[in-house]
């Protein structure tokens, strides 16, 4: 999802005194999340001694895939204009926006008829739209996901001025209300199409326009995701999304370089409190022994539920309720059968389709470019497109819809959480110095809500920092890689 950054971290009030030298912060995930916890806790923990943890790739769940030499995205593809952390990523590591192709038309497919089809001239698109839809409803969905937006915004400077909040709830709570809409926080106790209903949008535009938004950002109907998360898939109806030229993974990377952290490619198995300060349990690439490593303060950045991690945090009670839902993108190099996605012919189809109904194996085709696409340059560039589903696509499936294949790639994410609308909003701080980032996602999954989660999650482990006696003992020189056999 989708938000703007101006980091001035001199002036903020959280910075940690000199008093405290050195500490020891580890960091579980190297996905945007706990990169950015990182670099943020760098800039306000001047000195600190970082270690990041990542048992796969730098990115997690941005991650591109090679075809034929050049890289495609298979994971988090895009940003919104208004990511405002995202976007000032994108000065502070000296990226570019990637340049989209000059067809960005869709078309909509129910129960094997096309019930929109976009021409690709943007004001006669939007004038069919609103005479299919009607003007009125449309203007009522557009000024609903705005003001969520308008809201949204309004965390930024809070964040920045180093208050941290104690619980998801509490951060939305702290969003201001746009005068007459509902607070933020009680969006999420109420689904996406209650909400709608209470807007009179029409019963047409939630079936196919709003359905879109919910069903390929988050692969759930707007019945059972909650209003906000709902709105957070809505605002790419304005159209103004981009990425990253070279891949959106590449922020994480600079994220961790800039926080000048160490990176140990393992998997962390146990965290445990230890009087004060956390024993770290982790095995490497290189080696089944079981490593451990003391630190001062712990962040997981990674999720916690049953179905993504078998990671122990001890001692503790806490449950982490919910699950992650499956998605599988399936990257193709081949030649597309438009009769095999729901055309009659050639000339009508699209780069971009998607699916309300389950007339099809899949619920969205898109035809990709390249990471680095350059339109000055890729004049001849490779068929290659992009399928969601629920399931791995057979190659039965794949014969229908494709002529000479020549490469098939599929990933299968456990993307998402599924939600409801009674969510897991609680604390970010599983006991005192250990913090959790991901709590986020229950709010909205994206790229921008996990680096907000990270500014938010470091201005509270700087104040318990600054607040942690001193007189402790220093555990710098414990542990550095002991060794206890399995």
């Known amino acids: 999802m989708y938000l703007y950054l101006s980091i001035t971290f001199v002036s903020v009030s959280a910075i940690v005194t000199a008093e405290f030298k050195s500490p020891k912060i580890g960091i579980v995930g190297a996905g945007i999340g706990g990169a950015s916890a990182g670099y943020f806790l760098s800039e306000l923990v001047p000195g600190a001694d970082i270690t990041v943890f990542e048992k796969g790739e730098v990115g997690g769940r941005l991650a591109t895939v090679e075809v034929d030499g050049r890289q495609y995205e298979s994971g988090g593809a895009i940003i919104h204009a208004a990511n405002r952390y995202m976007v ?43 005479w299919k839809y ?37 951060l939305l709570g702290a969003m201001e209300t746009v005068s ?13 199409r209650n909400k709608l209903d209470t807007l ?13 938004a919910t069903k390929f950002n988050y692969g759930q109907l707007p019945d059972t995701v909650h209003a906000f998360v709902g ?75 049953s179905d993504k991690t078998s990671l122990s945090v001890l001692p503790s009670s806490q449950v982490f309720p919910g699950s992650y839902h499956t998605t599988v993108a399936t990257i193709v190099r081949g030649e597309l059968i438009p009769e095999g996605i729901g055309y009659s ?15 099809y194996p899949m619920w969205s085709v898109e035809k990709l470019t390249p990471v680095d696409y350059n339109p000055a340059e890729d004049q001849n560039i490779p068929s ?33 959480p599924s939600y409801s609308v009674a969510d897991d909003l609680a604390s970010f701080q599983l006991s005192p110095g250990l913090f959790y980032t991901s709590r986020i ?39 550095d890689g002991s060794k206890t056999e399995l």
């Not at 009522?140 to 208050?163: A, H, P, R």
């Open 200 to 212: 009179d949008i029409d019963n047409l535009v939630v079936e196919e326009l709003v359905t879109v």
């Open 134 to 170: 009607g003007l009125r409803t449309l203007l009522k969905l557009q000024t609903f996901f705005s003001n969520v937006l308008t809201s949204f915004l309004t965390i930024y400077d809070k964040l920045e001025s180093g208050v941290g909040y104690s619980t998801v709830a509490e």
């Open 231 to 305: 709105a957070v898939g809505l605002i790419g109806f304005d159209k103004q999304l981009w990425a990253v030229e070279g891949g959106n993974y590449r922020v994480a990377q600079c994220a961790l370089e800039m926080s000048k952290s160490k990176v140990v490619r393992g998997e962390v198995k146990e965290v445990k409190n230890s009087e004060g300060s956390f024993v770290v349990k982790y095995s490497t690439e290189q080696s089944f022994d079981i490593l451990t490593e003391q630190f001062d303060l712990v962040i997981i950045a990674a999720p916690l539920t």
């Open 441 to 479: 996602e229950w709010a909205a999954s994206a790229m921008e809500m996990s680096v907000i989660s990270a500014r938010n999650v470091a201005n509270l482990a700087a104040e318990y920092l600054t607040s942690k006696d001193n007189r402790e003992p220093d555990h710098s020189d414990v542990s």
């Open 384 to 416: 290659v497109y992009k399928l969601f589903s629920s399931h791995p696509l057979s190659s039965a499936e794949l014969s229908t819809m494709f002529t000479t294949t020549q490469s098939v790639s599929s990933t299968s994410w456990l993307a998402y």
């Open 345 to 359: 012919d050639n000339s009508t189809s699209t780069p971009n389709n998607f699916y309300l109904s389950n007339n």
């Open 88 to 130: 000032e990523y994108l000065d502070l590591c000296g990226f570019n926006k990637r340049t989209p192709p000059s067809d960005e038309s869709f078309t909509l497919h129910k129960n094997g008829e096309i019930v929109f089809k976009e021409w690709g001239y943007s004001l006669v698109d939007k004038a069919r739209m609103a």
């Open 180 to 192: 007459g809409d509902s607070d933020i926080l009680d969006l999420t106790k109420m689904s996406l």
